[in-house]
């Protein structure tokens, strides 16, 4: 069976940092990835990566956030610096296949972790 869980949400000062992680267990994924969804808005990709280390960031955190992945671990990580309150969301971490040269696809989701940005 397989079990997507993310930790490492909370409240922080605009300007601070915090670090998710997700743990994925009973089998390995090619492709994984973070989304976040803001209140009254669609949930969004933050940044997803695959076994290769291939990365994909959305624009409004290029520069800030950081994605990487320990394949031994089935672990991922997003490192999130220079927070703004904008990217106060509920945080979901989401595991997959990659299709094709660069795609992947999602087939299995975390609970989410909230993060809340203070200014």
């Known amino acids: 069976q397989v079990q997507v869980v993310e930790s490492g949400g909370g409240l922080v000062q605009a300007g601070g940092s915090l670090t998710l992680s997700c743990v994925a267990s009973?089998?390995?994924?090619?492709?994984s990835g973070w989304f976040r969804q803001a209140p009254g808005k669609q949930r969004e990709l933050v940044a997803r990566?695959?076994?290769?280390?291939?990365?994909v960031y959305a624009d409004s955190v290029k520069g800030r956030f950081t994605i990487s992945r320990d394949n031994a671990k089935n672990t991922m990580y997003l490192q999130m610096n220079s927070l703004k309150p904008e990217d106060t969301a509920v945080y979901y971490c989401?595991?997959?296949?990659?299709?094709?040269?660069?795609?992947?696809?999602?087939?299995?989701w975390g609970q989410g972790t909230q993060v809340t940005v203070s200014s």
């Open positions: 989401a595991v997959g296949r990659t299709i094709g040269v660069a795609g992947v696809t999602f087939d299995y």
């Open positions: 009973g089998r390995t994924f090619s492709g």
């Open positions: 990566i695959t076994s290769g280390g291939g990365t």
